[in-house]
């Protein structure tokens, strides 16, 4: 059996100016990890360490406060914003599954988005776009989180550039769909003690993102697991200076799951009795609200069918996040919840 590995493309000819002939490369070789993995790493990706190291001094100080001074900003399930405090969330809902042990996830978070005062001249919806939450005595920690989201922004509309030559359309072909996405940028701390835990700690459970692409900057602390053709979890650990990259449920329903969105969970490890302290921030480029997404004629089966109806990008993440974060059984994810059953995982 092939060593599962996760291919590492280096997208640099993409950032700046590259040849056509380094183009091509970088396109045959990202359509060659979505079509089989569903994950990859990508470098030459332009971000400054800088910035990197500024989101990580932010995180390491908010979470390193008091619980009840990080609950201060916690907002309504409904509201994809601020803190979320550890076993708040199962993320295993949002394929519709319960997990047997009614266990909820273990890690903590702190959301920021995409705000509707960053349109003015357009009406949209508040549910979506609503404001940030920031903690503002922590002078430094809003300007290191609103530059990555910047950078991490950039690296994923850069992706939906690449994704549109590697499917054969228009290089602006995403552009209509996501020029007012709903972008989330979470941020995660894995730690805790094990004595509070029941069985081996779950720190996020098995999930795909909705989207359209999720930009990972992860410690390179093992923990995430990513499920292989095989049906088996497979650890991935990034090289240095790259960014994970994964498919979102939106990309594999345009595509008729010809790329994959791929199940992936965290299992922090336990080293001498205690969890050994992981961090993450995905960016999830999710799209515009009103966007329909329906399978694109060059990748219906021969047929001309699909494994996927017409939906909008609001129905689908509306159904997702009622999932996650207000504790309801997404019944919107039949296709989801039937690979989870076929790998065996409940």
């Known amino acids: 059996m092939a ?10 000819s993409y950032v700046s100016s590259g040849s056509d002939a380094q183009r091509a490369e970088v396109v045959r070789a990202l359509d060659h990890a979505c079509s089989t993995i569903g994950f990859l790493q990508v470098i030459g990706h332009g971000i400054p360490s800088s910035s990197i190291s500024a989101i990580a001094t932010a995180m390491d100080t908010f979470f390193s406060l008091p619980m009840d001074a990080k609950a201060a900003f916690r907002a309504p399930p409904e509201v994809n914003r601020g803190y979320s405090p550890p076993r708040s969330e199962s993320l295993s809902l949002s394929l519709g599954i319960r997990s047997p042990d009614g266990a909820y996830d273990l890690f903590e978070s702190f959301n920021v988005g995409s705000q509707a005062s960053a349109f003015p001249t357009m009406e949209l919806p508040a549910k979506h776009y609503p404001d940030n939450i920031w903690p503002s005595e922590l002078p430094g920690f809003r300007p290191a989180v609103e530059a990555y989201f910047l950078e991490a922004g950039r690296v994923a509309r850069t992706l939906t550039e690449i994704f549109a030559d590697a499917l054969g359309l228009t290089s602006r072909f995403f552009a209509p769909f996501t020029d007012r996405s709903i972008d989330v940028m ?3 701390n894995y730690a805790g003690p094990v004595g509070s835990l029941v069985g081996p700690p779950k720190g996020m ?5 909705y989207g359209i692409v999720t930009v990972l900057w ?5 923990g995430l697991q990513v499920l292989g053709v095989d049906n088996n979890w497979h650890d991935v650990l990034p090289v240095d200076d790259a960014l994970l990259i994964n498919l979102g449920d939106l ?11 791929t199940l992936h969970r965290v299992v922090p490890p336990v080293v001498n009795g ?27 089966d021969a047929t001309g069918s699909s494994f996927y109806g017409r939906t909008t990008v609001a129905e689908h993440l509306d159904a997702k996040l009622s999932g996650s974060r207000a504790g309801l059984v997404n019944d ?5 919840t039937q ?4 790998a065996g995982l409940t």
């Open 3 to 12: 060593t599962f590995s996760v291919p590492v493309v280096d997208i640099s």
């Open 186 to 188: 979470r941020m995660n």
């Open 205 to 209: 459970g098995e999930h795909t993102d």
């Open 218 to 222: 992860a410690d390179q602390i093992p």
């Open 251 to 261: 990309t594999a329903r345009w595509t008729n799951d010809r790329w994959r969105s």
């Open 274 to 300: 205690h969890l050994l302290r992981r961090r993450s921030v995905a960016f999830f480029h999710d799209g515009n609200p009103d966007a329909v997404i329906e399978t694109l004629p060059t990748c219906l």
């Open 332 to 336: 919107n994810a039949e296709r989801e």
């Open 339 to 342: 690979r989870v059953w076929a």
